[in-house]
């Protein structure tokens, strides 16, 4: 049998939304990024999140914001992508916020001579080269006539940085040429400004005329804060050439090794299928590439690369009983084999990621960033909800 499943910690996440929100009060909009599945944790996290403080939301397709009602038919939700206009039904049936990144879509969706109020985020590209608009004059045009409409509610503006600008200017870069790009409209008759994320949230001061923030990772419990230490002469090193740039770039006041409270709200946990004896000599897995030393006890788990492990996992271990055990041999698509001892029953619980297994250690052994990890093992596995120490939901695969 194959009980492989993540399990999430409500408890944990609800901590988190307080911390922020307490920590960063200067805010007035605080936006929940729920894109690929709440990173991985399930749209079913929506009411944890907005009962303690996270107020808005964002999404990038319609599918997932349809999702989120699932759950909640009143929080406000940003669809960040562009909406297929023939889905505007859709955007008005269930309370929808779209983007507006470019003045053909603005005029298409004008031709479309909508009737119900539609609120509307405008996109600025000030400097990634993504989606948005990236010249002042259009930026004026689309404003007024959004303005001018009697059914579009300009509700919000934003942009998004391509670096934290920590030891480059590039984030100073965008912010100066937001300002130009927004300098024909007034930002101020705008309800919410948000530029950044996680990391920027964390990494630099409120931008003046910003009220509103975007936080995907670090309401998931984990610490994007850039790092620095005096300690080793690689690290002196390290930190006389950032300075060294910021005093070239002229760079902006940041921030480095922020304190805050948060708690990782996601472990990964797979049961033992089979144990069995391996003699010395013999090889385990595809194409034969591991081979004993010695005789050696190995257990064979039911997940692989189709639960969101890499193929190639370099010193990859699990946990059991609180003790470690290495993966042996190549990850299959759906089974893994590891080294055990004689304390492992076949009954006892393995956890894969979580606790004893930081994300950071288990990204690093699949060569993934700690993002991928989370969505590559909680898009593909159920999901079982934690609260107060009792499952109060499980979500099947």
Known sequence: MNSTHVEINLDNLAHNAKTITKKYNDYKYFIGVLKSEAYGHGEYIINELYNNGINYFAVSYINEALMVR????????????????????????????????????????????????????????????????????????????????????????????ATTGIFDNKWDYQVNNFKKLTSLIDLSKIPIVHLGSSVILLSHPKIDFCNGIRMGILL????????????????????????????RYNISKTYSNVKIDLKPSIKMYTNIIQIKNVKKGEFIGYGAKYIAKEDMLVAVLPIGYNNGISRINDGGYVYINNKK???????????????????VNITDKVLIMGDNITLGQFSRANNLSISESLLNIGKNNARIYIKDNNIVYEEKK
């Open 220 to 247: 998931y419990g984990y610490n994007v804060s850039p790092t620095s230490s005096n300690k080793g002469i690689k690290n002196i090193l390290r930190n006389f050439r950032n300075k060294f740039y910021q005093k």
């Open 325 to 343: 055990y290495f993966i042996v041999g190549c990850i299959s698509m759906n089974m893994m084999t590891i080294k055990i001892d004689s304390d």
């Open 70 to 161: 699932k759950y909640n038919e009143n929080v406000p939700i940003l669809c960040l992508q562009p909406v297929n206009l023939d889905d505007i039904n859709i955007v008005i049936k269930n309370n929808l916020t779209i983007i507006i990144h470019d003045m053909e879509y603005l005029n298409k969706l004008i031709d479309l001579n909508i009737k119900d109020k539609i609120k509307i985020h405008m996109k600025i590209d000030s400097g990634m080269n993504r989606l948005g608009f990236k010249d002042k004059e259009e930026i004026k045009k689309a404003y007024d006539i959004i303005n001018n409409s009697d059914n579009l509610i300009l509700e919000g503006i934003f942009s998004h940085f």
